[in-house]
């Protein structure tokens, strides 16, 4: 199983990034898909999850902001983030919970500007 991240990149503060990932490989069931990152120096943080029971949960500093979402056919999730801070420049990490494991993409950076 692999996860695949795409979406980041450089923009100005109040902008907007769409963050994909797509998971492949042989997958019979994901019980959750979410968003992680990482600013330098500081912990990896939960951003947004996805689960199959429950409604979507966000990092406080995100809510409003982030909307995370899925498209179940792609074995996909994406995350929407609208009004960016500089604040939330970091390293953002797909994960996924596949056929019982626990999965992380490669990573990828989402710088905001001031």
């Known amino acids: 199983v692999q996860l695949v991240e795409s979406g980041g990149g450089l923009v100005q503060a109040g902008g907007s990034l769409r963050l994909s990932c797509a998971a492949s490989?042989?997958?019979?069931?994901?019980?959750?898909m979410g968003w992680y990152r990482q600013a330098p120096g500081k912990q990896r943080e939960l951003v947004a999850l996805s689960t199959r029971l429950r409604v979507p949960n966000y990092a406080d500093s995100v809510k409003g902001r982030f909307t995370i979402s899925r498209d179940n056919a792609k074995n996909t999730v994406y995350l929407q983030m609208n009004s960016l801070k500089p604040e939330d420049t970091a390293v953002y990490y797909c994960?996924?919970?596949?056929?019982?494991?626990?999965?992380w993409g490669q990573g990828t950076q989402v710088t905001v500007s001031s």
């Open positions: 490989g042989s997958i019979f069931s994901i019980s959750a």
């Open positions: 994960n996924a919970f596949i056929n019982g494991g626990n999965y």
